[in-house]
């Protein structure tokens, strides 16, 4: 079964630390990819995604993710982050031919230390 | 404009009862999902609508959960004779096509 893993369940940085979160995905096929946060106390939304071209595709907020194919990854990163940075970062896929099964992975908690 | 809106907000349900969650859609948009988000386990699949096909019902854990879809439009979700288990945060989402899916702030169902 398509499955999505996320290796980091809570990290915690000081601001103007660099930020990396690791998502891997077990589909072997076309997939479309995506990071979605929530905030506290806010919806989730979308932050970046990428469906096909460069593979480095940059979000909001000074996001960006770099889509590996040969490894099955698709890590975020920010190179300094705020305090307002802090919320739960999921990472999701879908196959490029059912755009409709979004598969999200366990979510990382990152507290941003003022 | 208006984004997805969910009614109730919050929901605290006795076990054995049946409880019905509403998702009202953005405007236009033609597919429709629902998730399940419990704590520590991400969100979970359950059910997606798209136009007028048949819904991709893969991810509803048990016959006690059921969705439909009137119109094209106003989605409930019904969880029949409620388990603890069934505590989360219950988010639909609705989108265009492929575009990304917007999310509404979800029912939190407790059952006691």
């Known amino acids: 079964a398509q499955s999505v893993s996320q290796h980091n369940h809570h990290v915690i940085l000081s601001e103007a630390a660099s930020l990396e979160l690791g998502c891997n995905y077990s589909?072997?096929?076309?997939?479309?990819l995506f990071w979605y946060v929530q905030y506290p106390g806010q919806h989730l939304q979308l932050l970046l995604k990428?469906?096909?071209?460069?593979?480095l595709v940059k979000g909001i907020k000074g996001f960006e993710a770099e889509f590996i194919k040969s490894k099955f990854s698709f890590n975020l990163r920010k190179p300094s982050v705020q305090w307002s940075d802090t919320a739960e970062y999921f990472c999701a896929v879908t196959r490029s031919s059912n755009t409709g099964k979004l598969i999200f992975g366990q979510g990382t908690t990152l507290q941003v230390k003022p | 404009g208006a984004g997805v809106s969910q009614s109730p907000s919050n929901k605290v349900t006795e076990k054995g009862k049946d409880v019905e969650l509403r998702c009202d859609p953005i405007s236009g948009h033609t597919a429709l999902y629902w998730y399940r988000q419990s704590l520590g386990q991400g969100l979970e699949f359950l059910i997606y609508f798209q136009g007028n096909s048949a819904p991709d019902k893969s991810g509803l854990p048990s016959d006690r959960f059921s969705a439909e879809r009137t119109g094209g439009s106003v989605s409930t979700l019904t969880i029949q004779r409620t388990q603890q288990e069934d505590s989360a945060v219950y988010l639909c989402a609705s989108s265009l096509d492929r575009s990304p899916l917007h999310f509404g702030n979800g029912t939190r169902l407790t059952v006691t």
């Open positions: 589909y072997g096929g076309t997939v479309n």
């Open positions: 990428y469906f096909s071209g460069d593979p």
